[in-house]
Nanobody, 130 residues
Framework: EVQLVESGGGLVQAGGSLRLSCVVS????????IGWFRQVPGKDREGVSC????????YYADSVKGRFTISRDNAKNTVYLQMSSLKPEDTAVYYC???????????????????????WGQGTQVTVSS
């Protein structure tokens, strides 16, 4: 059974930082991508960042470039999202998700498309106050 468990959300003032963690277990593929997404009520789930197992390639949405950093600790089966210079518009429920990329040859932007991911965590709330 594939499981993803997020943690690290909370309330922070604008300009502050948070680090989210996503512990992954049970995924059988060696070629995969783990993504972070966020969602606010009434809007579609938005891709924030992802990291591939092959070479550790990373991708970011324009809205978070230069402020968020995705990383991984393979020994702990954990992916992190370090969020800095947070803004009120970063307020959302943040989810991590995983998909295989064994036959993926599309543009990197496709890896930030939520419908392409197969397994999801339960989400963690991030609230940035002004």
């Amino acid at each position: 059974e594939v499981q993803l468990v997020e943690s690290g959300g909370g309330l922070v003032q604008a300009g502050g930082s948070l680090r989210l963690s996503c512990v992954v277990s049970g995924f059988a593929y060696d070629d995969y991508a783990i993504g972070w997404f966020r969602q606010v009520p009434g809007k579609d789930r938005e891709g924030v960042s992802c990291i591939r197992s092959i070479r550790g390639s990373t991708y970011y949405a324009d809205s978070v470039k230069g402020r968020f950093t995705i990383s991984r600790d393979n020994a702990k089966n954990t992916v992190y999202l370090q969020m800095s210079s947070l803004k009120p518009e970063d307020t959302a429920v943040y989810y991590c998700a995983i998909r295989d990329t064994v036959s993926f040859y599309g543009p990197s932007g496709d890896l930030l498309e939520a419908p392409s991911y197969d397994y999801w965590g339960q989400g963690t709330q991030v609230t940035v106050s002004s």
